[in-house]
Nanobody, 124 residues
């Protein structure tokens, strides 16, 4: 059982930056592709970014491309999401997720473990 603990959310003005972190309890963290998703109540969970265990493949949603950067530090069992140029429409609860294996996937149903969620608020 992999536990994912997120941190780094909060309130920021439009145009500002935040960095989300997700620390995994699993020492074989490097065996998992990692993803970030976001969700508002009543809507489906939306893919934001994903990174393979080897960093060889990274995917972004079109809505965040050029503004958000996903990275991972396998030595620290941690994945990050650097969010720059934030917009009010980025306001959401953000979740990190782990998917066993190398491949990144945009489909949330393919992920095995989820963090508790971290709220990001962006004021206009």
């Amino acid at each position: 059982q992999v536990q994912l603990v997120e941190s780094g959310g909060g309130l920021v003005q439009a145009g500002g930056s935040l960095r989300l972190s997700c620390a995994a309890s699993e020492p074989t963290f490097r065996s998992y592709a990692m993803g970030w998703f976001r969700q508002v109540p009543g809507k489906e969970r939306e893919f934001v970014a994903g990174i393979s265990w080897s960093d060889s493949r990274i995917l972004y949603a079109d809505s965040v491309k050029g503004r958000f950067t996903i990275s991972r530090d396998n030595a620290k069992n941690t994945v990050y999401l650097q969010m720059n140029s934030l917009k009010p429409e980025d306001k959401d609860v953000y979740y990190c997720a782990a998917r066993l294996g190398e491949l990144v996937n945009r489909d949330p149903s393919t992920y095995n473990y989820w963090g508790q969620g971290n709220r990001v608020n962006v004021s206009a």
